[in-house]
């Protein structure tokens, strides 16, 4: 009986923060391409996402948001750099938020480690020049949530899943 009672106890105090993905509408800057990547998001255009990962710790909100992207992300000149397969340098961001995503949000599993922590520790060997369809939102969101997780290519999954 008084296994049972620490087997109960140890499951109730074991950490495991949850990790999800979202995919928003990319930024571009204002007038025509912004308005065209943000149809190409409303047509569920899946190559046009942003990708960021979500940490939902327990105990502590709010919730962490950790993305890569262009230093610059609404200049036309990094813009067309970029889209033409041209290094830009990049920026790891981690924000606040106040609830998850009402869409395009996908719980992708849970880490046992302090999620946070790890995201940190992550961050820290990550290169940040960033080259779109080489070094990109979607290739920080799969390394992270491997990181996390031990899930590899975590997109291509929810891609072929129809989640979109």
Known sequence: MALLSRMCVKAKTKREDDIYVA???MRGSKGPAQLALSTAYSLNFWPLYHFMVIIK???SPPLLVFDFQ???PENLYVALAALSGNYVPGVVNTRTLSKLLKSKCWF???SEMDAVEGAYEFNKSWQTDLRIGHHDCRDYTN???Q????EENVLERLG???WR
């Open 160 to 162: 072929k899943s129809g």
């Open 23 to 25: 995919g928003i509408a």
């Open 143 to 145: 390394g992270l949530v």
């Open 57 to 59: 710790q327990p105990t």
């Open 108 to 110: 992708v599993g849970s």
């Open 147 to 150: 990181y996390l997780t031990g």
């Open 70 to 72: 262009p230093k610059d």
